[in-house]
């Protein structure tokens, strides 16, 4: 049971380039969702999923754009990378929103220079 | 915004001490959840404790909630150098958003 997989683990990429950093959970879980995490500050939710088909904005949606077609998998895009997404992403899951809980990847870090 | 704060935002102990972290929120919330991270790596449940609870037990890990403070604290008993690793408090309002706090980081020096 591999739980939730990131990749790529480590990426450097120039201001204007696009990535996807890809996000599958083998859970069958509904609930999944992506983070960002930046020294000294908690996680803040980019955007999140409640089933396929279905997404939603978090905290700090700019910038990102994402996608569910299938229970498994949570891709989140980077359209016109820039200095300021330089950061720590993590994907997690869980079963449903409410109260369950949450399993997290091992996280992408990402450099825009 | 942050929601949960954690105090302290570090703290150091020797092995078999005791290491307790304070989580403070500021609204209602649904449930309370403690995460470990190591560094370098994606965080790990470690207890899950629900509005209508007090105390909660897992292994060496005490965790208690008092919702009139808005407070939960995170007890650790008899660390171990293994125990070394941010801890993170992260609070679920009614609309099942979880909030984070920026961590506690604990060092357990041997």
């Known amino acids: 049971n591999a739980g939730v997989t990131q990749t790529p683990k480590f990426q450097v990429l120039k201001t204007g380039q696009s990535m996807t950093l890809q996000c599958a959970q083998d859970m069958n879980h509904e609930y999944m969702s992506w983070y960002r995490q930046d020294p000294g500050m908690g996680l803040r939710l980019i955007h999140y999923s409640v089933g396929a088909g279905i997404t939603d904005q978090g905290e700090v949606p700019n910038g990102y754009n994402v996608s569910r077609s299938t229970t498994e998998d949570f891709p989140l895009r980077l359209l016109s990378a820039a200095p300021s997404q330089t950061s720590v992403y993590f994907c997690?899951?869980?079963?449903?929103?409410?109260?369950?809980?949450?399993?997290f990847g091992e996280g992408s870090w990402l450099t825009v220079v | 915004s942050q929601q949960g704060e954690e105090d302290p935002q570090a703290l150091s102990i020797q092995e078999g001490e005791n290491a307790t972290m304070n989580c403070s929120y500021k609204t209602s919330i649904n449930n309370l959840q403690w995460y470990r991270q190591n560094s370098g790596r994606g965080l790990v449940h470690l207890i899950l404790i629900r509005s209508n609870e007090r105390e909660k037990h897992s292994g060496r890990l005490r965790v208690t909630l008092d919702t009139s403070k808005k407070s939960s604290s995170l007890l650790i008993t008899a660390s171990r150098a293994a125990d070394t690793a941010s801890y993170f408090c992260a609070t679920m309002d009614s609309n099942y958003q979880l909030i984070w706090g920026a961590g506690t980081k604990l060092i357990i020096k041997p």
């Open positions: 997690a899951s869980s079963y449903s929103m409410a109260g369950n809980t949450i399993y």
